[in-house]
Each structure stands twice: as structure tokens, then as C-alpha cells.
């Protein structure tokens, strides 16, 4: 069999391969799960259900009239709010179904140890399994900080593992001209960077979130009517802060609340440059289809970015705004992985 029927071969066995098909219903479940994390985060619904992995000692939340008054007769100091209850417990549930899916596609794996998705899809099942545990910290250690941005991480880090597990399993041969090949290759110290920025930034972003930040610069380009206002980084970047009894709300001053956003405006000052840099450049190379995709992305997010801002951050464009920033961060990779797997083509394109 000659090279290109074997690729044809494989391109017919990955559309009956239930290995492709659970990592691409994984990974489109794993982004309902981010969506819904930050839409539970977003509504201030974190202790919408103050015990885990139940809500007020029920599987579901208390509804009725009755359960309601027991919940709250159990749990005096956190009476029961059914506008919050129900986001957490949907998030925790959609969770769930994703743990279930992601070991068993461990499992599909575990049967065949030497396939090439073996080492990712345990890395998946050790990354679902240490978000449980962060979304059980989130709620007994009361929203702290550092636990809500490292639960968003992982969140992320469990979206961006299952995709880029998909588009190993696709079985696609990329072929580009010998010249777009050679300027592709170069393109990989900046797209490498790229996504280490946009990670970062989305850390920056999980962390203004967590501490209430995204509103304490009210105004747009300025801040406070200033280009730069009081701050205090050192207590806005404190991670040893101390635990409080609760952190709904937050904690800090305005003037690190101030600095935490300022940080995450030049945060996306630099990735606007770097991303649109790598488009500029991708683009030139002749991959005008990525070049379009990531500089479309790229405006979105900016523009939610701004809008939260200047709207006051309503909760639909700030839940939007979460999902843009997973879409940014699996275009990148998405173009990182094809950039390392394009091949030159044997004859020159017309």
C-alpha cells in the first residue's frame, strides 16, 4: 500500500473511530462546562449551594416550599437564594458528565497502550480529577482567589487537552507550497509565544474576576478619568493573602482592585500586538484562511473586553468574554499544532 492510500485508509478509520468522536463531544462539552463556570461565577452563584458535592444536603437543590425552610433551618448562616442554587449544581452536573466521558475515553485508550492518544488521555482523567477537587475548595474555602483562577485554568487546560486530542486522532495530511512551508516555519517562536501570553492573560483575567476587579475602572480608555490612577500591585498581587471567612464579594481596596485591572487592559494590549503580529505574518506566509480566523477572534475579544467595560459588564457579554478567551486560546494552538504538522508538497501549487 503506497503512502497516499494509506491516508486515505486512515481518513476513513477516523470517522468509525469512537475515540475522535468522544474527544470532539468532550471537547464541545468541556466548553459548556467553562461557559457555565463562569456564568455560576459571574452571578456570584460560587456558594449558591454552601456543601459539596450536594446543594443544601439534596441531589439536585431545594425547590419546594418545605425544603427550603429545612435547608435554611440546617444552613442559618447561608439561607438558601434559588436564583444561585441551580447554576451551581447545573455546572457541577455538566462536570460530572464530562469526568464520566473522559474516563471512559481513558479506558478506550487504556485497552490500546501504545496508541498515540494513551499518555493525553491521562493526562485529561489527572486534570478532571484535580478540578473536582478545586470545585470542592471553591466553595468549603469560600471563593478564595488563587482556588477560582486555578479552577478556571484547569477548566481551560481540560478544554485545550481534549481538542488538541481530537485533532490528533483526525488522520489529516496537510500539504502547503515549499515556499509557504518555509515561512510557516518560522512563524513557531512567535505563535508559541502567543499562546503563552494569551494563557497569562487569561490567569490575569481568572484573578480580576475572582477579586471583583472588572469594574474598578469604570470608564474606557481611561481609568477613573486618568491614563494612570492610584494603585497598589503589591496588595493586588498578594497571593498569600489570607483565607476570610468569605471572599464573595472581595476583599481588597479599591486601589488594588484598580491595579488588577490595569494590569489585565495592558495584558491585552500585548496580546493584541502579538496575536495580530502572528496574523499579519501568517497571512504574508499565504495561510490567509488562519490569518482571517485569529484576527477575527482577536477583534471579538477586544470588543466584548471593551463592552464589558463601558456596559458595566452585563452578565451575557461577560460570560461571552470567557468563552471568547477559550476561543482565542484553541485558535492558537490549533494553528501552533497544524504549523508543526504541515508537510512541503512534492510539486509546486498553480
Known sequence: MDVESDITELRKNYKKDWRFRLAMIGTGLALVVVVLGAFTRLSHAGLGCPDWPG??????????????????????????????????????????????????????????RGHRGFIQSHILLGLIILQAAFG????????????????????????????MLAERLRYRKRLVPPHEFTALQKL???????????????????????????????????????????????????????????????????????????THRIGAIIVSLLVGLLALLAWRAGSRRWAQGLFAVLCLQVGLGIANVVMSLPLSIAVAHNAGAALLLLSLLTFCYRINTVQPAMKNFS
Not at 482556588?147 to 481540560?158: E, I, R, S
Not at 497569562?200 to 471583583?212: A, E, K, P, R, V
Not at 472588572?214 to 493573602?241: I, K, M, R, Y
Open 55 to 112: 446543594c443544601y444536603g439534596h441531589l439536585l437543590w431545594p425547590n419546594d416550599g418545605h425544603e427550603i425552610a429545612a435547608a435554611n433551618l440546617a444552613f442559618p448562616d447561608t439561607p438558601v437564594e434559588t436564583d444561585k442554587t441551580w447554576p451551581e449544581m447545573v455546572h457541577r452536573y455538566f462536570a460530572g458528565m464530562l469526568l464520566l466521558l473522559v474516563a471512559g475515553l481513558t479506558y478506550m485508550f487504556w485497552r490500546r
Open 136 to 163: 470542592m475548595w471553591t466553595v468549603t474555602l469560600k471563593l478564595w482567589p488563587q482556588v477560582v483562577t486555578a479552577h478556571l485554568l484547569g477548566g481551560m487546560a481540560t478544554l485545550s487537552v481534549l481538542w
Open 188 to 262: 513557531r517562536p512567535l505563535a508559541v509565544a502567543a499562546v503563552i501570553v494569551v494563557v497569562l492573560q487569561i490567569t490575569l483575567g481568572g484573578w480580576t474576576s475572582s477579586n471583583y476587579a472588572a469594574l474598578a475602572c469604570p470608564d474606557f480608555p481611561t481609568c477613573h478619568n486618568q491614563w494612570w490612577p492610584e494603585t497598589d500591585f503589591s496588595q493586588g498581587f498578594n497571593v498569600a493573602q489570607q483565607i476570610g471567612p468569605n471572599y464573595l464579594g472581595g476583599a481588597l481596596e479599591g486601589d488594588a482592585r484598580t491595579a488588577i485591572h490595569l
